[in-house]
């Protein structure tokens, strides 16, 4: 192996049995005490990647695409039906909470365990120990038995043995969701430490704005493959894409099941969804609405600084005067992060053919990370609705800068 590269991946696939039902029922556990039918369960096929020395990297996809089972090949934890994992230099695992603890022995006794199993001596523990249990905060529990620890106590000791056993590789399994935000941030800085020294990072993690800030790189896993392999900013707008429709798609499946309703049933619920979410005289009514792109393509996730236009189709039912459109945008916590429409702009006698669209566009989309929801409405020019449209639509913003707040505001630093 290259003396460059710290893991290596080659043709790896790993298949799981999956045992079928033996059934519940005493009777059916008896008839079928010898069933040993099971499944056949491929859940990677043949991956390959190749991790440079001192590149931290995250591993993304949906619930059971296999990101796991990744990390324990490459810690050794499990090993692959076909390929090789080579791995270069010492490797340190957060990838099952408490996974190595002994319940009955305290937390002192466990780091020894612990990181005896990461391949220190105990003069190397010794000389580290002090170091560990002040990270960990957890000086006034250290002689009490783990069981007694919570989750997130459990969680403080394993991440502050894990970073302290001077690993060259460090893979860590969704670990930082545990415990509370300002020990999280400790962590973080932590890794970022460890990562400016030169040690090789692998993050699993759903939260790919904890990738964006950490990783130079992010490999999205899909159905046994490797998807994409790049940089997060380029990787992460074509899986959010693909889970957005993903979960579209489930949202119509799941409607197409629920039994038909009669006519009043149905008469009833949109009139209720129309009074919570929309109102108006509907003299004219928006019909469609899309969030596209720079080269006209439909999309649910935006760059910050990226291109975004707004389509909106209208029909005129009754000829109106004067008609106005606007938009209101809205973090997912009720913020009211914009709101404009084309009376403000000065846009003024606007005229509505029967039916047609109108287009927001904005240039450059400065809001920052998070989930969003756009109100639309076409109303007169005194803001009377002819169709106001409450959470027509959702969004998201990722970045990979880390500013605070809603929005990036242009700006420049000057020292003197
Ligand atoms: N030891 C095992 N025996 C049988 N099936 C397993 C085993 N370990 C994992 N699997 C299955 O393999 C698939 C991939 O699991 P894995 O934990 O790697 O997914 P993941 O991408 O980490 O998912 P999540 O995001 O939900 O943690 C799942 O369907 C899981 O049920």
Redesign the pocket.
Known sequence: MNKDIAIQVNKVSKT???YLDKGTSLKEKLLFKHRRSYEE?S?LNEISFSVRKGEAIGLI??????????L?MLSKIMYPDKGTVETQGRISALIELGAGFHPDMSGRENIYINAAIFGLNKQEIDARLDRIIEFSELEEYIDNPVRTYSSGMYMRLAFAVAINVDADILLI??ILAVGDASFQAKCFNKLREIKAKGTTIVI?S?SLSQIEQFCNRSIW?LNGKIKQDGKPRDVHPQYLDYMGKQTADEERKEESLVPAASTDELMDTEKSAKDENRWGNQEAQITGIRLLDTNGEEKTSFRTGEFMEIEVAYRVNKPVKNPACGIGIFRNDGLQCYGTNTGIDHLNNISLSETGYIYCKIENNQLLPGEYTLDLALHTEDGFAYDYWRFATKFRMYSDTQDIGTTRLSHVWEIQ
């Open positions: 799981f049995k999956v369960r859940v996809g949906q619930n059971g695409c296999g990101k796991s089972t990744t324990k399994d969704e699993v759903h896993i």
